[in-house]
């Protein structure tokens, strides 16, 4: 046979190399729905466990929302299960393109193509539209879905420091003899849940002649006042050439993505964006689902306003209760515990005081910045966010690092 | 020789250094120690060419001949002829 014991042992050492390391990942088992409350196995085969969960992405908590569900199961109905083709053979239906308008009209660009995942759509994008002659400026922290486009396309690559405005413009001095420069950022970053400058980037790309792609996968549905995304907040809605994001987190929690933004570049991404042509197209009951929920955000700003409030409750109560946090007004909150091993503890005792949380360490964050990254939803309730905050206090306390600086804490640990 | 191994290593320090106070020597290696991200190569070859007007060819531009200070100051010295 093909796979021998000498092909099984080099795979094995590597696996055992990532155990080693402590960056082997193992999944929970959930056996709800998703929602502010789930039910965890875990470790496997243990006993079912009810946990506050404050570590999806599920910002609008639309994730099991009847209004979602119920919609998903009359685009079911109506349009099937799957519709076993890439879109520009036989996989494209009308709600499709109702789904394309609709985000064009929510994100407030000139046309949307719609892409399995957001992952997918950021491997396509520049591929299609820049060549050899052409120059990708992106900021050093964005998303590793862009990293692996960027990596994909002929142009040059640059880099500028996280959110460094003044370094942006040296970089679109030095490649001002480029065809084409584009400027590559997220909207809110992940990890540490700040905004880009979008208002200071746009006017930057407008005096170099520049063009500006904005990951908004963690913002769309509820950053900016009518939950728009990033440029809603900076005040720059229109003036983004391409926006990609996701309909995997705020937007319901399925899956499937877009790039949406300059018509000529949305209708090249259909043209020739390979992760478009040779990928089946979105199933019908996601976009059914998809399209109630920008119904729904169209109409009213109540979850998102929930969200906030959520959210400025939870990042106040934390840091009265004496936790550092990474700096933001987003609900990205994290909670910085700077070693590695600490963050992993603190998550097991969090877990075992029925609150699901993860802790990130090197190479996920730079090294010597571990933190439990909490995400706070729509679907959470006042008495979830008071209980989890208790958990997290006393765990604080059985760690003693409340009211501690990052040197103290270092210090006792030893990042 | 010792005035663009200079320059370079300021170069190299404000470009990639996030922290002013971390340790960087002639030796440090840039690009496979992770303080300089395989995107940016790109400037640091355009700074390069750009101050000593030569111009270096892909092929010699590699992760390789740009991981430490002396590396690259020893490319560009080749290059000045």
């Not at chain 1, 170099?208 to 728009?228: P, Q, W």
């Amino acid at each position: 046979m093909a796979y021998s014991d000498k092909i099984r042992s080099i795979y094995g050492s590597q696996l055992q190399t990532l155990k080693d390391a402590g960056i082997f990942k193992i999944e929970r088992y959930i056996h709800s729905v998703q929602d502010a409350e789930i039910e965890v196995e875990f470790p496997p085969g243990a006993p079912l466990k009810k946990v506050i969960n404050v570590c999806a992405n599920n910002y609008l908590g639309l994730s099991s929302h009847p209004d979602v569900v119920k919609a998903a199961h009359e685009g079911l109905d109506a349009r099937g299960y799957g519709m076993s083709s890439v879109r520009f053979i036989c996989g494209t239906q009308d709600i499709h393109k109702i789904l394309e308008q609709k985000v064009t009209d929510f994100l407030g660009t000139e046309d949307t193509i719609l892409f399995p995942s957001c992952m997918d759509a950021n491997a396509g994008v520049f591929e299609a539209i820049l060549t050899d002659e052409d120059v990708m400026i992106s900021d050093r922290l964005v998303h590793a879905s862009l990293i692996d486009g960027i990596r994909l396309c002929k142009a040059m690559t640059d880099s500028f420091k996280h959110s460094d405005m003044k370094h942006l413009e040296e970089k679109l001095i030095l490649h001002a003899d480029k065809r084409v420069k584009l400027v590559i950022t997220d909207g809110v970053y992940s990890m540490d849940g700040d905004t880009a400058k979008l208002d200071e980037m746009v006017a930057l790309c407008e005096k170099y002649d520049a063009m500006l792609l904005v990951d908004e996968s963690h913002a769309s549905g509820f950053i900016g006042k009518t939950g728009r995304g990033t440029h809603e907040k900076c005040g720059v809605m229109g003036k983004i050439d391409l926006i990609t994001t996701t309909f995997g987190k705020g937007l319901g929690g399925a899956s499937g993505g877009c790039v949406s933004g300059r018509k000529e570049l949305v209708e090249l991404c259909r043209q020739k964006a390979r992760p478009y042509l040779f990928s089946n197209t979105i199933a019908p009951p996601v976009v059914a689902g998809v399209i109630s929920v920008l119904d729904t955000l169209s109409k009213t700003t109540e979850r998102r306003d929930k969200l906030e409030k959520n959210a400025n409750w939870w990042r106040k109560s934390l840091l009265e209760a004496g936790f550092i946090l990474q700096p933001g007004d987003t609900p990205i909150v994290p909670v910085m515990l700077f070693d590695a091993k600490l963050s992993q503890d603190f998550a097991t005792d969090l877990f075992k005081e029925g609150v699901y949380a993860i802790g990130f360490f090197f190479p996920v964050v730079p090294q010597g910045k571990a933190r439990i990254r909490t995400q706070i939803s729509a679907a959470h309730e006042m008495h979830h966010l008071e209980t989890a905050l208790a958990a997290f206090i006393k765990v604080g306390k059985k760690y003693d690092i409340l009211g501690k600086t990052k040197n103290e804490i270092m210090a006792m640990y030893g990042a | 020789m010792e005035e663009i191994r200079e320059v370079v290593l300021e170069y190299v320090k404000n470009e990639y250094m996030e922290d002013q106070d971390e340790e960087l020597t002639y030796d440090t290696a840039l690009i496979s120690g992770g303080f300089v991200d395989s995107f940016s190569m790109v400037s640091l070859k355009r700074f390069l060419e750009t101050r000593y007007k030569i111009s270096l060819p892909d092929n010699r531009a590699t992760p390789e001949a740009f991981d430490t200070v002396n590396k690259i100051t020893a490319l560009v010295q080749e290059f000045l002829g």
